[in-house]
């Protein structure tokens, strides 16, 4: 069983609309990371949370410790933001990140 | 401000070449340093990570190594490659570990041939 799951897989949307991407953990963690990776295959980090909810323009994180569960959600979406968005946890046993699999977002005009 | 960069970008080398790739980072200090693949259509692996000059952490057994010659520069080499060894290489650097911010280059695609 993976340490980090994320749904959906894939996921397709129209403009403008609202969109969640679910991360869950089965481990203790110190931080989760939610990441953007672009078609060209860079990375960019878009948050990093130990607790409650952060916000950047469009985007909002939140994490549930209890419940080992952070969401990532994309207001007002725009095909600019068709990337595949991927979960990662800093476990704290470990020094290194463990990744989910990825959720690709594909926005239509 | 810090950056990262990552080189070359793209590289297609014959099976049983040599590989070097390259990472430097500028604006900080003793940063945390990870090498990253990513197979296609397949998530991120750690390869390496080293947390200063000359201490390297290998992950995965494999047909790489890593070197950190100076405190924000580090390169990811192979003797002969395999065809295996294709995919997308990361670099990234955070500040102590995984609890703070990670930074990725902009990776290096390599093809085997």
């Known amino acids: 069983k993976n340490e980090v799951e994320q749904s959906p897989q894939n996921l397709t949307a129209q403009e403008g609309e609202f969109i969640t991407i679910n991360c869950s953990y089965s481990?203790?963690?110190?931080?989760l990371h939610w990441l953007q990776q672009h078609p060209g295959g860079g990375i960019v980090s878009l948050f990093m949370?130990?607790?409650g909810k952060k916000k950047h323009g469009r985007l909002i994180a939140t994490i549930n410790i209890q419940e080992k569960h952070s969401s990532l959600h994309i207001t007002a979406s725009h095909p600019r933001d068709s990337a595949v968005y991927i979960c990662a946890v800093s476990l704290r046993s470990a020094r290194q990140l463990t990744f989910g699999s990825g959720t690709q977002l594909t926005v239509l005009p | 401000s810090q950056t990262i960069h990552q080189w070359p970008a793209t590289l297609v080398q014959p099976v049983g070449s040599p590989l070097s790739l390259e990472c430097t980072v500028e604006g900080t200090s003793n940063p945390n340093l990870y090498w990253y693949r990513q197979a296609a259509g397949r998530g991120l692996q750690l390869l390496f990570y080293s947390v200063g000059i000359g201490q390297i952490s290998s992950e995965v057994p494999q047909n790489l190594s890593a070197s950190r010659p100076q405190d924000r520069q580090f390169i990811l080499s192979s003797k002969k490659l395999l065809l295996s060894d294709s995919g997308f290489y990361l670099c990234?650097?955070?500040?102590?570990?995984?609890?703070?911010?990670?930074?990725f280059g902009e990776g290096s695609w390599l093809t085997v041939v």
């Open positions: 949370l130990s607790s």
């Open positions: 990234a650097w955070s500040l102590g570990d995984f609890g703070n911010t990670i930074y």
């Open positions: 481990v203790g963690i110190s931080a």
